[in-house]
């Protein structure tokens, strides 16, 4: 079997850790805890006739008061670049988490993540923001940990970048 470790980056309350609860364990809480240091998960995906096994690792939000450890990312084959659409900031900090992840480890596959999905209503990206985003062309996907819309879609679109 291949195994194949996932980080999750973005800013605090991104919805990671709902993103990940989602997809290991089909379920959304609505309270609000803040990830101390790292969690870590497993789930066995299958890709074709792949069989990986997915250690997924849950970091803390970056934020003006706590940076990542970028110990944490040794050894990753890939991460989720996770911004939430109702916060313009988070996208502007996943920039540059992704330049310091390159500046740190060298080039990683990932999938950038818009979550939060089901509050559309609520979301500061504009067309602006999708575009400066289609010009790095990066592979960007829509979330919504709540309804669980594209989170399988996002970890197995990664999955399938790792194994190229």
């Known amino acids: 079997m291949i195994q194949k470790k996932i980080c999750m980056l973005g800013a605090f309350a991104v919805g990671k850790t709902s993103l990940v609860r ?15 240091g790292v969690k ?20 803390y939000g ?40 390159r500046q740190e480890i060298g080039t990683v596959p990932f999938v950038f993540v818009i979550n939060k999905s089901d509050l559309l209503k609520d979301w ?4 602006a923001a999708d575009s400066q985003l289609k010009a790095k062309n990066w592979t960007v996907l829509r979330s919504s940990a709540k309804t669980g819309e594209g989170v399988e879609e996002a970890f197995t679109e990664l999955t399938r970048k790792m194994l190229i």
């Open 124 to 127: 500061e990206l504009d067309a």
């Open 22 to 36: 989602r997809f290991v364990e089909s379920i959304f809480s609505e309270a609000y805890h803040t990830t101390v």
């Open 62 to 101: 970056d934020d003006d008061f706590q940076k990542i450890r970028w110990s944490y990312f040794q050894g990753a084959s890939g991460y989720l670049l996770v911004a939430d659409g109702t916060r313009r900031g988070t996208l502007e900090k996943a920039v540059l988490l992704e330049e310091r992840v």
């Open 40 to 59: 870590i998960d497993k789930k066995t995906v299958h890709v074709n006739v792949t069989e990986v096994d997915l250690v997924l690792w849950d970091l």
